[in-house]
């Protein structure tokens, strides 16, 4: 079995940081892809950011330049520093990651951690 557990997230005000970070346990044989998405209340969940395993990384627009996803490919971990925090960013954000087990390969997803952007 393959377990991501976050952490990291919680109440800021406005124009202020916050680092997510994610830990994947169990069964790896691999991890291709580690990333970020999140889902604000009434909204579809979106990609925030991912980064593959060769240093690869993406980038939704609303966040360029203020979050930046680290990989620690040998601890399976992902971190996502947020900077100049804006309401807009208040969400459920949820870690996710391609993952190749002795058995298969498959998306995973953590259980989600909020973040409130609020004075």
């Known amino acids: 079995q393959v377990q991501l557990v976050e952490s990291g997230g919680g109440l800021v005000q406005p124009g202020g940081s916050l680092r997510l970070s994610c830990a994947a346990s169990?069964?790896?044989?691999?991890?291709?892809?580690m990333g970020w998405y999140r889902q604000a209340p009434g909204k579809q969940r979106e990609l925030v950011a991912l980064?593959?395993?060769?240093?690869?990384?993406n980038y939704a627009d609303s966040v360029k330049g203020r979050f930046t996803i680290s990989r620690d490919n040998a601890k399976n971990t992902a971190d996502l520093q947020m900077n100049s925090l804006k309401p807009d960013d208040t969400a459920v954000y949820y870690c996710?990651?391609?993952?190749?087990?002795?058995?298969?390969?498959?998306?995973?997803w953590g259980q989600g951690t909020q973040v409130t952007v609020s004075s």
């Open positions: 996710t990651a391609l993952i190749t087990t002795t058995r298969s390969t498959n998306d995973y």
């Open positions: 980064q593959i395993k060769d240093g690869t990384t």
């Open positions: 169990g069964d790896i044989f691999s991890i291709y892809r």
